[in-house]
């Protein structure tokens, strides 16, 4: 069964530091998105991608993030200059079209910010 | 904005059935959803029900919604073990990758 990959699982990162959350969506999707949550908190939206740029961001997603797709599989979210409050698990979602009922979320990385 | 309420705790014995609850308020929501979320695990869509329809069963699960009220429910029939996990209520109006989620009832199965 086709699934979304996140790496790594684990990220234990310094403040101020930049880090890479990278993703790989299912290979036919073409919708790509990042939710953050919080320990203990909701599930959030951060932002939606489709056709090499970002069709939807939430207030979360300020200048402090930026997603790219390098390459044709993979799916990246770059924080820089990480803050404490950055700490929580990023999910990584892919669907097939945007009026799709089903978007496929990956496993999880969950950010360490120290 | 949109905002999504469920209740953060349930507990049942092995057998009986759960309902899980769900209120929303966006009335343009289209699409609702309930996803599970095993310890250190990810987001897995267990079902989901389009705002025209009142009704959904999927083997031990029943979705229902009250479109009126905004209310949601899932039922699980023969709840186990297995079962036990977080579940997560969400709602979206026409980007199905772009939801609004609830804060997630925590389903505890007893033997």
């Known amino acids: 069964e086709p699934e979304v990959t996140q790496t790594p699982s684990h990220q234990v990162t310094q403040m101020g530091q930049e880090v890479i959350l990278r993703c790989v969506p299912i290979s036919n999707h073409l919708y790509f998105y990042w939710y953050r949550q919080i320990l203990g908190q909701k599930v959030e939206f951060l932002v939606s991608f489709y056709n090499n740029e970002i069709s939807e961001k939430s207030e979360i997603f300020d200048d402090q993030f930026s997603v790219e797709r390098p390459d044709g599989s993979n799916f990246t979210l770059k924080i820089r200059s990480t803050k404490l409050e950055d700490s929580a698990m990023y999910f990584c979602?892919?669907?097939?079209?945007?009026?799709?009922?089903?978007?496929?979320f990956g496993q999880g990385t969950r950010l360490t910010v120290v | 904005g949109e905002d999504v309420e469920q209740s953060l705790f349930l507990s049942v014995r092995e057998g009986d059935s759960s309902v899980i609850n769900c209120t929303y308020t966006d009335s343009s929501s289209t699409y609702l959803y309930w996803y599970k979320q095993e310890p250190g695990a990810g987001l897995q869509l267990l079902t989901y029900i389009f705002s025209n329809m009142d009704m959904k069963q999927d083997q031990r699960l029943t979705v229902l919604l009250n479109k009126k009220d905004k209310h949601l429910s899932l039922r699980i029939a023969d709840t186990q073990t297995g079962d036990s996990a977080i579940y997560f209520c969400?709602?979206?109006?026409?980007?199905?990758?772009?939801?609004?989620f609830g804060d997630g009832t925590t389903l505890t199965v007893k033997p």
């Open positions: 969400a709602e979206s109006s026409t980007n199905a990758g772009k939801s609004t």
């Open positions: 979602a892919s669907s097939e079209d945007r009026m799709n009922t089903e978007a496929f």
